[in-house]
């Protein structure tokens, strides 16, 4: 059936025209043996033991795990499972080719030597985009795509200040080329660099609008972890560098000094992250099995060291800097109060080391990349899931340093961004209601599924189900745009043929098969 996996549990019908497959990283699979085709899309469970049946039928399965629970897998008379899908095929990333969410509502930005802007509700492209001058290839771009970096054929460094879609390089003086390393602040103007190859305890910070150093060069006692090389204070005059013996220093990058330190508590653990939280209030720093949160002002702890379950993978502050969550080797993402570190909602946790990790702009929510291939969406005050497993084909959020492996779009957060080795990913996300469950939604769940649950528990024909549906569908008429869940609802009952791949999308599933086309062409091609 076109599969090559290490089959941990195997299963066929009494007919052999149905084969359960489950690998052992935690996929189990229908076949239909006859066609060769798969009867679901995979489900996934980490802990699968090697013990699964199918039913005569072939439409129904248990899988057995290794902590003593079953859980159901179906398939609707050969129909895939409806699991979450992404809205469009994969977006290729290619050499120095970044893609990623910036902070613009709801666009997708497709960065290569031809740069191009996509509106991600309807995956057109728009405005805005520019084309490298000849001779040039791009080295990186700013988060918020304002500020790139390229060299030319001689190898030297240029900044590029994207302004009305027209780059305008400066030389970026006294680079040489020598750096490796590098990471922008938050608004792309700022630039700090570090060579490990040529001096790994030296590093610089350059205004990106001048191509002119912001900063003497500075000096560390201790040799500079890449993983904890300069973040940037809000106002853009300090940054934040991790040595490889855990400790961490805050400079002034005007006057080339140091600020203060930020001591561990012990041990001689690298520092793999140091952040500034985006109010600029508080300081987080993360070795391999601790971290701690500082007064950024003083640079004072404001928690106790908290003990982390395995390797900190990654971390990052809500946009508010209320919150800041941490994800490890161990597959375990636990989010904190930045206060004081007090733990927020139970540990997520996913079957592979945590790659990338992003909140929305709420703080309600928080998307995880795993290397077991998922992402998942999870409620932060609870730590429950709010989402099945987007799964992919290799491991999600695997990115450069300071690029993002997994993105919430601005404002609502109606659909998320992820990031694999094939390319670039966007899906949908279910909506946010701060309310309650309007009772005409469970309603509509529950003529639409056509059965009840009898007073012994025996699902049962629902009478009137038809009637109810339509009930619901003159009542949403006239109910506000901004309702809970109106929006999802019209969407539900508008026509299949041609209604958007998703709730407030604009782009239909014909339109969105062709766009996928062109976006996965190569870049010379992006003109339309």
Known sequence: ???????????????????????????????????????????????????????????????????????????DGG????????????????????????????????????????????????DGGFTLPPGFTMTSTSNNHRFVIAHNAAGEEFAGHVESGELKFVPLVEAGNQWKFHRYSADGSMLVTVTPDVDDRAFRVWDLRTGRPASPLMKTKERIFYRALGSFSPDNKRTAIGTTTGGAQVWD???????????????ADQMTHVLFSPDGKRIATASFSEIRLWDAETGQPVSPVLQVNGYVQTAVFSRDGRFFAE????????????????AIGEPMLQGGPINALDFDESGSRLVTGSSDRTARVWDVQTGLALTEPYVHTSAVGIVPV????????????RFIMTTTSEGVYVWPVPPVSNGPVPPWLMELATASGGKVMSGSGVPANLPGAGEKIDEVRRMLASMPDDAPYVSW??????????????????????????????????????SQ
Not at 402 to 413: I, K, L, N
């Open 1 to 75: 059936c076109g599969q090559a996996v290490y089959a941990w549990s195997f299963d066929v019908t009494r007919d052999g025209k149905v084969a359960l497959v489950v690998d052992r990283d935690g996929f189990t699979r229908l076949f239909d043996l006859v066609h060769g085709r798969p009867l679901a899309e995979p489900a996934l469970k980490q802990d699968t033991a090697p013990i699964s049946r199918l039913a005569p039928d072939g439409r129904h399965a248990v899988i057995g795990t290794q902590s003593g629970l079953i859980f159901p897998v179906q398939s």
């Open 489 to 526: 609802a019209r969407w539900f009952f508008a026509d299949r043929a041609t209604r958007p791949i998703a709730p407030g999308f604009t782009v239909t599933p014909a339109e969105a098969d062709e766009l996928s086309a062109k976006l996965a062409a190569p870049a010379s091609t992006l």
């Open 253 to 267: 990058i005007a006057t080339g000094k140091v600020v203060f330190d930020l001591l561990p508590s012990g041990g």
């Open 402 to 413: 300071g690029a993002y492996g997994v993105r919430f779009s601005p404002g609502p957060g």
């Open 79 to 126: 129909a895939a499972r409806p699991l979450e899908l992404p809205l469009t095929k994969p977006i290729p990333h290619r050499g120095s080719e970044w893609v990623m969410l910036p902070d613009m509502p709801e666009r997708l930005s497709r960065i290569t030597d031809h740069g191009t802007i996509i509106d991600a509700a309807s995956g057109r492209k728009t």
């Open 327 to 342: 994800g490890s080797d161990s597959g375990v993402t636990q989010v904190w109060d930045a206060r004081d570190g007090t």
